[in-house]
C-alpha cells in the first residue's frame, strides 16, 4: 500500500490475502464509509475526490461457481481470507488525476477513470471512462465532455 502526502482517508482500504495493492497520489480525499477493495491493483492518481459512501474493487470476490462459493465461504468463516484467488476473477482499476467521484458510486474491476473525469452520484461504473467525461446512471453512461473552459 502506498499513499501520497496530503491525502485524507476516512474510509476503509482493504487488501485481500491473496494479492492485491493499493497506490494513492497526492492531495486525495477518501469519504466517511467508502470502502476500496483490492484483489490485483487499485491506483489513484492526484488530486481525487471520493466522496461518502463509496464502493471501489477489483475483483468479483467469490467463484461464480455456488458449490464453491459456498465452501470457500464455510472456510472463510473458520479460517479468515484465502491466500490463493483460486477461481476468483480480478482486474485493476485506475483513477487518473483530478478525477470525481460522488457519494453511493461503485466502481467494478476492470475500469479506468480518465483525468478530470466526473461520476456522479449513485452511478455503477462497469466501463472505462474518458477524461474530462460526466457519467450517470446505472449503468454509467456519458451525459456530457467538460468544456476546456470548465477544466
Known amino acids: 500500500m502506498n499513499i ?5 482517508i476516512r474510509g476503509q482500504l482493504l487488501i485481500f ?15 466517511e464509509g467508502t470502502k476500496i477493495w483490492s484483489g490485483d491493483s487499485i491506483e489513484i492518481g492526484n488530486n481525487v475526490l471520493i466522496s461518502h459512501n463509496v464502493n471501489i474493487i477489483d475483483t468479483n470476490s467469490h467463484e461464480i461457481n455456488s458449490k464453491i462459493r459456498n465452501e470457500r465461504y464455510k472456510d472463510l468463516l473458520l479460517n479468515g481470507h484465502w491466500v490463493d484467488k483460486g477461481e476468483i476473477i480480478t ?3 485506475v483513477i487518473e488525476d483530478n478525477a470525481w467521484i460522488s457519494f453511493g458510486v461503485i466502481i467494478l474491476k476492470g475500469v ?3 483525468k478530470g473525469a466526473i461520476v456522479a452520484a ?6 472505462d471512462v474518458d477524461e474530462w467525461t460526466i ?4 449503468p454509467a453512461e456519458v451525459k456530457r465532455k467538460i468544456p476546456i473552459e470548465e477544466r
Do not use: L, R, S
Open 4 to 8: 501520497g502526502d496530503n491525502t485524507h
Open 17 to 31: 490475502k491473496y494479492g492485491g495493492k493499493i497506490k494513492i497520489g497526492t492531495d486525495c480525499y477518501i469519504g
Open 91 to 93: 482486474e485493476a482499476i
Open 112 to 114: 479506468k477513470i480518465g
Open 122 to 127: 449513485g452511478a455503477v461504473v462497469t466501463k
Open 135 to 138: 457519467v450517470a446512471g446505472n
